[in-house]
């Protein structure tokens, strides 16, 4: 379970999140909506300790995440991040991109990494492309290999910050269908994302951030539906 | 149709003088690079402020010729330390600090260019500073300050001939000696400049070899 109680967190003078509480239970999937510079993606940067918080608290599974004592390294094993840009690792192929961290960081044996890898990367639809170095790798597949590096460490939360905006749109479709596959499965998932549609299908629920503020969250049918607050009615109108 | 008083005794000096050229050269390029490395590493993680100091002297070592550094730290160790110190040690010492110089401001460009969202997704997989060191940032810098640094590493190996002035005997200061003896001045220079060539195109080669190794990625 992920517990975000009353987190603020200010760039300099902005202040991009203006106490936020939510609550994401294991095997839910919640979608983040909203424009840009609405916070979302700083929140989820937040949730794994890349960015620290001024004041208030997330907790993972019970273990604070912002609290001196936490070594997050440690909680980054239980909580996957795929990002906007594509970074794959360019010297390693993509096989070896999906073992670093497995052996480095979870100290798994090279075989045992590479099975586990070559499972992730089949999941995803990479299986062909083992020995091939990212740069010959589309953006799309790009960002499915990111997405099997994430998981190859077993990861108990997945947080997808915006993972199709920097795609062509002919790509976007093969990265959504993965994640599906991986709300169908159960994952517990966080995605920031500009997909209405996909929010609509996949998410339990789905929170519409805005200026910093979660301004509204509620199962899609209800959100999408009928919309309670008018900067989101104004948003959903915007982006329909 | 060519007559010279060249023996086969001369060119072993010769041959002596160039071991000694790459000795030093070895060891200031091995030295310098390690060294460059902790500072380049330093100056980018603990920020121009802080690194102030250190970019200071390493300035002054980037800036003073070669030779004056040579003179003042042979008088600086030896006479007035009074430290039994061999011109081959000081030769060492002052080439190992010139390289070290130049090869922290390479590392720092290396570094830069690795871009922080690469970064980001290896400590975001729960690798540590170090990890992401070592198994991301290094590698990537690598391949962007090789050419640099090749180029470094042959510029000492011919500036390693002002060594002469501590009273090394390498390549260059050995040919003197022959020319001042011989009076064969062109044949001599010749033949010392094919010795640079032949210890310079491996390391330029490998340079080569390595670079296109990396360009699959």
């Known amino acids: 379970m992920i517990e975000i109680e009353n987190v603020r967190k200010s760039?300099?003078?902005?202040?991009?999140?203006?106490?936020?509480?939510?609550?994401?239970?294991?095997?839910?999937?919640?979608?983040?909506?909203?424009?840009?510079?609405?916070?979302?993606?700083?929140?989820?940067?937040?949730?794994?300790?890349?960015?620290?918080?001024?004041?208030?608290?997330?907790?993972?599974?019970?273990?604070?995440?912002?609290?001196?004592?936490?070594?997050?390294?440690?909680?980054?094993?239980?909580?996957?991040?795929?990002?906007?840009?594509?970074?794959?690792?360019?010297?390693?192929?993509?096989?070896?991109?999906?073992?670093?961290?497995?052996?480095?960081?979870?100290?798994?044996?090279?075989?045992?990494?590479?099975?586990?890898?070559?499972?992730?990367?089949?999941?995803?639809?990479?299986?062909?492309?083992?020995?091939?170095?990212?740069?010959?790798?589309?953006?799309?597949?790009?960002?499915?290999?990111?997405?099997?590096?994430?998981?190859?460490?077993?990861?108990?939360?997945?947080?997808?910050?915006?993972?199709?905006?920097?795609?062509?749109?002919?790509?976007?479709?093969?990265?959504?269908?993965?994640?599906?596959?991986?709300?169908?499965?159960?994952?517990?998932?966080?995605?920031?994302?500009?997909?209405?549609?996909?929010?609509?299908?996949?998410?339990?629920?789905?929170?519409?951030?805005?200026?910093?503020?979660?301004?509204?969250?509620?199962?899609?049918?209800?959100?999408?539906?009928?919309?309670?607050?008018?900067?989101?009615?104004?948003?959903?109108?915007?982006?329909? | 149709m060519f007559d010279t008083a060249l023996t086969a005794a001369d060119f072993a000096f010769l041959a002596k003088g160039a071991g000694v050229t790459i000795l030093v050269t070895l060891v200031s390029v091995l030295a310098g690079t390690v060294l460059g490395i902790l500072f380049g590493v330093f100056r980018y993680q603990v920020g121009p402020v802080l690194a102030a100091p250190l970019t200071f002297v390493l300035d002054i070592f980037r800036s003073i010729p070669l030779l004056i550094q040579l003179v003042l730290a042979n008088a600086f160790l030896g006479t007035i330390l009074r430290l039994n110190i061999s011109g081959f040690a000081v030769a060492c010492i002052i080439l190992s600090l010139y390289t070290a110089a130049f090869c922290a401001e390479i590392v720092r460009g290396g570094i830069e260019a690795v871009p922080a969202t690469t970064r980001r997704a290896a400590r975001s997989l729960g690798m540590t500073w170090g990890q992401d060191m070592r198994e991301i940032v290094l590698p990537l810098a690598t391949r962007v300050a090789l050419p640099s640094w090749i180029g470094l590493a042959l510029g000492v190996m011919k500036d390693s001939a002002l060594v002469y002035i501590v009273q090394v005997t390498e390549l260059l200061k050995s040919t003197q000696i022959l020319i001042t003896r011989l009076q064969e001045p062109l044949l001599l220079l010749m033949i010392c400049g094919a010795f640079y060539f032949v210890i310079s195109f491996p390391l330029a080669r490998f340079g080569g070899y390595l670079e296109k190794r990396w360009s699959n990625d």
């Open chain 1, 11 to 240: 760039f300099g003078a902005l202040e991009v999140l203006k106490g936020i509480d939510l609550t994401v239970r294991k095997g839910e999937v919640v979608t983040i909506i909203g424009g840009s510079g609405s916070g979302k993606s700083t929140l989820l940067t937040c949730i794994n300790g890349l960015e620290p918080i001024d004041s208030g608290r997330i907790v993972v599974d019970g273990t604070e995440v912002h609290a001196k004592a936490t070594d997050l390294n440690k909680l980054r094993r239980r909580i996957g991040i795929v990002f906007q840009q594509w970074n794959a690792f360019p010297h390693l192929t993509v096989l070896e991109n999906v073992m670093l961290a497995q052996v480095k960081v979870l100290k798994r044996s090279k075989p045992e990494a590479e099975a586990e890898a070559v499972k992730q990367l089949n999941h995803v639809g990479l299986g062909d492309k083992l020995k091939v170095f990212p740069s010959r790798l589309s953006g799309g597949q790009q960002q499915r290999m990111a997405i099997a590096r994430a998981l190859a460490m077993s990861p108990d939360y997945m947080l997808f910050d915006e993972v199709t905006s920097a795609l062509d749109p002919q790509l976007v479709g093969e990265v959504l269908d993965t994640l599906r596959m991986l709300a169908r499965e159960g994952m517990t998932m966080i995605c920031v994302t500009h997909e209405m549609k996909f929010a609509r299908e996949v998410s339990d629920r789905v929170a519409f951030f805005h200026k910093g503020v979660m301004a509204e969250i509620a199962p899609p049918e209800q959100l999408f539906g009928a919309p309670q607050n008018p900067e989101l009615q104004k948003f959903l109108s915007a982006t329909h």
